[in-house]
């Protein structure tokens, strides 16, 4: 009990360093690279305890707290805190004469709750894009990623028109790292849909997934 009382201090004190990061210019994600890969990574090995523990493959920091379990019949109810220290992005922009220079940004999903900090509970996310047909403008959804409930990330290609007169659907999409797991994009940047390598639907479904 005292240790998890100590954890939730350090979790205080550090929402309170972290706010001057929130300022910073966020990025929603569009794949996948080695400076935002979180959570519980395939074939990797950790250095650690089952609190907190650095992942060999990248350096990033992972830290746990548990913070109410009960049994049930069946799955087991769980809820915890975690933090990853990978919630950085490397996006590109352009300068005053149109020239393309990288800067380093934060991941928009990197935590929920603060910068690294988030809650085990899954949701997805996504962009928005547009290009010129017929005249018009067609609208679409793309850079689909489902995070997991130990905040990894999965993207899929998959893409969904929402508006203009070119519809450009890939209704569902493998997972990039073929995993098994298939992806459906909903119909916004916080809606989607997916099922594991096994058939199983995994996270909230696009109807509920913006609640």
Request: with cysteine; net charge negative; proline share 4%.
């Amino acid at each position: 009990m005292r240790i998890q009382r100590f954890l939730l201090w350090i979790v205080a004190v550090t929402l309170t360093l972290t706010g001057a990061m929130l300022c910073q210019t966020d990025e929603i994600p569009t794949r996948v690279t080695d400076q935002n890969r979180a959570g519980d990574l395939p074939f990797s090995a950790t250095v650690g305890t089952d609190i907190e523990g650095v992942d060999i493959a990248t350096g990033a920091l992972h830290v746990r707290i548990p913070i109410l379990q009960v049994k049930g019949r069946g799955l087991d109810y769980d809820f915890h805190l975690y933090y990853d220290s990978n919630f950085f992005v490397l996006a590109s922009r352009l300068d005053q004469f149109g020239e393309t220079y990288h800067q380093w940004t934060l991941d928009r999903n990197s935590g929920r709750i603060a910068t690294g900090w988030g809650e085990n509970r899954p949701y997805w996310s996504a962009t928005t894009g547009t290009f010129s047909c017929q005249l018009q403008t067609e609208t679409y959804i793309g850079h689909l990623i489902y995070h997991d409930e130990n905040n990894g990330k999965h993207a899929f290609a998959t893409q969904k028109s929402l508006s203009g007169p070119c519809p450009m659907n890939d209704l569902s999409g493998p997972d990039q790292a073929a995993g098994g797991m298939l992806g459906k994009a909903g119909t916004s940047q916080v809606t989607g849909s997916g099922f594991d390598a096994n058939g199983t639907q995994v996270g909230p479904s696009a109807e509920d997934s913006n609640r």
